[in-house]
């Protein structure tokens, strides 16, 4: 590198030097020189920074003057134009400016021709050279980037007179017309020459420099260049970092800053670079700091006051939020999260939350410190920083309501909430927010699933089945789906309705084949299994997960399921092992509840072996390791039989404690009574006898301070007993006690009783011909809460109502047994209001409804059972009535098939098999039935219920054993 190229120019002459000559006209005196004057006056106002009133004056001189002003002012004239272009570039009228520079140097040179030498005056225009330069600048400033670099390599080609340019200026302006032009090897090289010699340079040149370093930065970002960039600037890093306090004043570290942004955000996603950029720009504490330093040295009071302006000037943009460190920080945020580093996004998030409590815009106008908090809390859930997260998503909450992030954070702290279960929390914040959100946002699938979701978890199941259905209906692809879905089929589940849960978790398994839920999801389906009685599918599901899930938390819930299944097979051994081996993991994995479950369940088990000392083992430890347990009363109740055994012998000690147990749960609100007072009549009337239990019963009524609830079902149960134990042995006196205990119960606030002693009394009513008495006892329990009690009363209603002669209570009636099939999750009942209704259309006669019905009930598998040989049995009878005799066959067959030993209808239904048969000329058929019909019904040949049934079999058998006979066919209808 030529060095000499950069003398040591501290002193070099200014960008504008006015050097006044005299401008000699022979004709005329000094005072008399218009020229001059003009001159001299534009100078004069150029000095006083008035460009437009000098233009004036000098753009009058060129007017009046300029014609021939070569041969009458020569070179010198020059200078008129070169300070007309001056005034033109301070105004930003560049091409102007390029033209007045142009003609200076065009126009004026100082080689004047031979042949005019005699004719011009001998003067001097001294920007001659330099005008080419400035020409250059115009060229620039007009952002004609290729010609002004023309005029520069021409001006430096010309070896203008040192002293007379900055040799730093022109490059660093060849430096910026290169970058613009795209030409970045070009420009680096300009400009380094520049910064290599930045000690020799003076400070304007320097800022100078700072600018055409911004222009080649910006070409570093739009040709994504981030190499290039980052090792210009380690090679400069020192001329490029100012003082921070000039950083700051003059606007240097707002410049870096923008840049650094646009490297971030540009389409090239340049962070290397943003990240160098943003290493230039100074902390606004370091300003601080410098001027604090100034001060110290400051010596003048007046001095000093004005650097501590600056200083107060520069805090106030920290305490006032507008720092541009806000910015800086928030771009370094983003840079790091959008290259996965979320806890340094984290760390940056939280530190401006609490430095920069009134974070604002560059401007001032928008409050930040929402967002920050907002980001802060969004990002410490990226890194499972939950306390965290938590502690800004509930600042936020607190110190912003109703701010348009709201929704973001509450949503945010719901899933987080729900992930550590606190589920009440979540609830809250879901309940709160879920009417406020846009349907079908993210937001919404997100309150939905966390809403839900706690609900399940919090055990409020019927609440969580209505919003679990929403979130299933509305969000069919959420990302929550897996979770939420399961959610839906276990609640349903817990709401014992099995018929829809089954095959929405038959469907989730097939869907979620290596779901973490998976385990949880096959219990669900074997406890649906075994509800309906499908003790084999069960059994398939228990062993799936002892196969594959023997590690899973609910392995020891699986053991309980196991030993109730094989309890229900009578499989006692076996049940007893699986609760033994549940009970030991359960208490090992602190799963003392279900550890609970299973010793509760021991009992039984060992009383159903006999083995009634294992069983007050049993009984002892649960007593003694639960006590208060939800489950003790029921285990004190089932451990009763074994204490008053022989081998035991604490008969005694077993009814005080249930009679004490039956004290405490009447004085609780809505507890479960029944089983323990049941249980006590029972065991009590074994031990004691039924007269003497009545006795004890009266007794337990006196005590003081029972509640109607106690007192109404130590009434039902000593009803109860009277009717199995004491009515065959004084009729009278029974039936009167029985008759007064309803009286009293009838006097008990129907509020306060037990839905089974509200039955107990309607059905006392209903079968004492008092049925629209029986009526509002039901009906009280359809006005509470709780599907298992509605469903009962309204079974019971549809009975009453059903077989009533009002056309309008039948309707009724209909719509009751609607709701129970629709809603109830008792299969039982289900199953007898399906059959009601059947039934109901058959004692009409209105056999298009009652095929309807019975065709309903038939294909139902869940209400097989007692019904369903007459279910079968009345299909076809109403199909016959319809005059469709062939579809008739099929149930008829049905009942034979299935159902053979109800003989009630079995016998009718091969009756009207045959005869429909011969009727369609299926003779051979017909006879086979009514022979083999005569075979297998030979007991009740003669029973006259089925005479007529017989005798059509029989007719049938002789009209056709001619026919269709066989010689080794026995005659099943002998004659006498």
């Known amino acids: 590198m030529n060095k000499s190229f950069f003398p040591n120019i501290k002193g070099a002459l200014p960008i504008f030097i006015f050097c006044v000559v005299s401008i000699c006209i022979s004709c005329l005196s000094y005072s008399q020189n218009p020229v001059e004057d003009n001159y001299r006056k534009a100078v004069q106002l150029m000095e006083e920074s008035k460009w437009k009133e000098a233009t004036s004056v000098l753009q009058t001189v060129v007017s009046d003057h300029g014609e021939k002003a070569m041969e009458f002012y020569g070179p010198a004239f020059g200078l008129i134009h070169y300070h007309l272009g001056l005034c033109q570039l301070s105004l930003k009228k560049h091409r102007e400016a390029a033209t007045a520079f142009e003609t200076t140097y065009r126009k004026f040179s100082n080689k004047i021709p031979e042949a005019l030498k005699d004719k011009v005056p001998n003067t001097r225009n001294h920007y001659h050279k330099v005008s080419l330069y400035r020409w250059g600048t115009a060229e620039q400033g007009a952002e004609e980037y290729a010609g002004a ?3 520069y390599e021409k001006f430096l080609s010309e070896n203008p007179e040192k002293g007379t340019f900055s040799p730093a200026e022109v490059l660093i302006n060849m430096g910026v017309c290169n970058a613009k032009l795209g030409k970045i090897p070009e420009a680096t090289e300009k400009l380094q020459k520049v910064y290599d010699n930045y000690d020799k340079i003076r400070t304007r040149e320097q800022w100078m420099l700072h600018n055409a370093f911004m222009d080649l930065a910006g070409q570093w970002i739009e040709k994504a260049m981030p190499a290039q960039g980052i090792a210009f600037m380690d090679a400069n890093d020192g001329p490029l970092r100012f003082s921070p306090y000039e950083s700051f004043q003059y606007g240097f570290n707002n410049k870096m800053l923008k840049l650094a942004q646009e490297a971030s955000n540009g389409e090239n996603g340049l962070d290397s670079l943003a990240l160098r950029f943003y290493t230039l720009i100074p902390r606004t504490e370091d300003a601080i700091s410098e001027l604090e330093d100034r001060k110290s040295f400051e010596r003048s009071d007046k001095g000093k006051a004005k650097i501590q302006e600056k200083i107060d000037e520069l805090s106030a943009t920290i305490s006032g939020g507008t720092s541009v460190d806000i910015q800086g920080l928030r771009l370094l945020a983003y840079i790091y999260e959008k290259n996965s580093n979320f806890r340094g996004a984290y760390a940056i998030h939280d530190y401006l939350s609490r430095a920069f ?7 001032g106008k928008k409050n930040l410190h929402p967002e920050i908090v907002y980001q ?33 954070v509450q949503s945010m702290l719901m899933e987080q909430l729900f992930r550590r279960g606190d589920y009440t929390r979540c609830i809250e914040i879901a309940v709160s927010i879920l009417p406020k959100l846009q349907p079908g946002s993210p937001q919404q699938d997100l309150c939905l699933f966390c809403l839900g979701g706690s609900y399940y978890y919090d055990g409020q199941y019927e609440e969580a089945d209505p919003i679990l259905e929403q979130h299933a209906e509305k969000f069919p692809k959420s990302g929550y789906l897996e979770e939420s879905s399961y959610y839906r089929g276990g609640n349903k589940v817990k709401l014992l309705d099995w018929a829809s849960a089954l095959p929405l978790l038959d469907a989730w398994l097939t869907k979620y084949p290596e779901s973490s839920l998976r385990s949880f999801a096959i219990l669900d389906v074997a406890t649906c299994h075994f509800a309906n009685d499908d003790l ?12 594959r899930y023997a590690n899973s938390e609910i392995y020891d819930r699986s053991l309980n399921l196991r030993g109730d299944v094989l309890q229900a097979q009578t499989e006692w051994p076996a049940a007893q092992e699986a609760y033994v081996k549940g009970k030991s993991l359960a208490e090992q994995a602190g799963h003392y509840q279900v550890a609970a479950e299973a010793l509760s369940q021991l009992v039984p088990v060992a009383i159903a072996q006999e083995k009634y000392k294992d069983a007050a083992k049993h009984y002892d430890e649960f007593i003694e390791s639960y006590p208060g347990n939800f489950l003790e009363p029921q285990v004190v109740a089932t451990a009763l039989e074994a204490l008053i055994h022989d081998s035991v012998g604490r008969g005694k000690e077993g009814l005080d404690k249930l009679e004490s147990i039956i004290d405490q749960l009447g004085r609780q609100e809505n507890a479960d009574l029944e089983k323990a007072v049941t249980k006590y009549g029972e065991v009590s009337v074994k031990l004691l006898g039924g007269e003497e239990t009545i006795e004890k019963l009266k007794v337990m009524s006196t005590k003081g301070g029972q509640p109607e609830a106690v007192l109404a079902w130590l ?23 029985i008759k007064a205990a309803f009286t009293e119960l009838r006097g008990f606030d129907k509020k306060v009783l037990a839905p089974y002693v509200l039955a107990r009394i309607g059905v006392f ?9 029986s009526v509002p006892w039901f009906n009280e329990i359809i006005g509470r809460p709780g599907i298992e009690s509605k469903d009962y009363a309204y079974n019971a209603l549809a009975k009453i109502h059903l077989k009533g002669i009002d056309a309008v209570q ?22 007898e209001c399906a059959y009601e209704r059947a039934s109901y259309y058959s004692r009409k006669s209105d056999w298009k409804n009652a095929e309807k019905n019975w065709n309903d009930f038939v294909k139902n598998k869940r209400w097989t059972g007692a019904f369903s040989a007459e279910a079968w049995f009345r299909l076809g009878e109403s ?29 009718p239904a091969a009756s009207r098999s045959a005869s429909i048969q011969k009727s369609l000329g299926k003779n051979a058929e017909a006879y086979l039935l009514a022979h083999r019909s005569g075979l297998e019904f030979a007991n009740y040949l003669n029973d006259r219920r089925f005479s007529q049934e017989v005798n059509k079999l029989k007719s049938i058998y002789y009209e056709l054993s001619e026919e269709f006979g066989d010689e080794k066919d026995v005659n099943p209808y002998p004659t006498d």
């Open 715 to 737: 009434l039902v149960s000593r009803i109860d007993i009277i009717e199995k134990e004491l009515k065959e042995k004084n009729p009278a006196k029974s039936q009167a006690e």
């Open 810 to 831: 039948q309707e009724k009636g209909l719509k009751y047994v609607d709701w129970v099939v629709n809603n109830s999750s008792n299969m039982q009942l289900q199953r």
């Open 376 to 408: 802060a809390t969004r990002c410490a859930f990226s890194i499972g920083d939950l306390l965290s997260a938590q502690h800004h998503g509930m600042n936020f909450l607190k110190m912003y309501p109703g701010h348009e992030l709201e929704p973001d």
């Open 357 to 363: 409590p009134n974070a604002k815009s560059g401007d």
């Open 536 to 547: 084999d599918k069960c059994l398939a599901k228990l062993d799936e997960i002892e196969q």
């Open 765 to 773: 009513l209903r079968e004492g011909n008092q049925v629209e008495q």
């Open 879 to 907: 199909l016959f009535n319809q005059k469709k005799e062939t579809e008739s066959l099929t149930p008829y067959i049905a009942v034979l098939g299935k159902y053979k030993s109800r003989v009630e209808y079995s016998i």
């Open 149 to 151: 670099l023309k005029l």
